[in-house]
């Protein structure tokens, strides 16, 4: 679970080759994960305190403050905060021809997925000011836009930077997620997978917790879960439609298993991220902090 302030934009008045999608900052608390889930578009995170994992293409990198992590488009990424020392982060999304062809000339090129510097809070500051643009205005479009490509011209700055090492996780493991990406993520379950993988059932479920720090069981639920909150919002389709486009039997069931997991239902959940207060103009990345502190605590806005 993490207390978070974002901003996420619904309406777009320009076709552009670079654009903005949502941005925000997140306290977490131990062990708050998200994921594994794949995305439509960039998101880059930026590590302010505390420490995490993230998950990628069979590579576990350990995270502190001053780290960044990229999110590619449609790739199945899973980030966890540490059980001692969660961590803090700002992130930002964006998507367009233009801001791969960037990418691909910055640090994160040649399938690097993170990397460490000094200079995190020039980052944190941009996403700072995306915060307060909330207006769904032609104006403040171009200026969300015109911060994308701050961020990214920061990232084309960057040189001789110390890359963070991975660790490998086991095959099983690493099947196991490569499976349920395959599959409808909402359709599967631990015995589906062991059968599909012919392993017993008790051995899939240790190995994965090992690899991962958390129970297969309530990692498939996490999936659900975490498509929901998407679907709540990003659209309008009722509750009822996302419990079934999230794979719950019944809207009693998806009920019930999201206020488990959130401390809300899904009513309060899409009625507060819609009316998250982001009128205060002159935060500073500290005031962020004291924000963060007093927010509620939920989970998965990111």
Known sequence: MEQAIFNHKNQYFLQSDLYFTFCGFSKTLPMHAFGPSSRNHFILHIVLDGKGVYYVKNQMFPLK?????????DELTFYQADKQNPWVYAWIGFGGKTSKQIINHSIFSNNQYVLSNQKANNYAKIIKNCLNLTNETFEEEVLLNQNIYKILSLLLQEKQIKMNTSSKVSELTRKTIDYVQQQLPQSAS?????DELNVNRSHLSRTFSKDMGMNLKNWLLSLKINKASQLLITTDKTIEQIAFDSGFASLVAFSRAFKQMNNENPMQYRKRSKNINRQDEKRTIEGIFDLLAHQEITTRAT
């Open 190 to 194: 631990v015995q589906m997978i062991a």
């Open 65 to 73: 403050a001053g780290d960044l992590f990229l999110i590619r488009p």
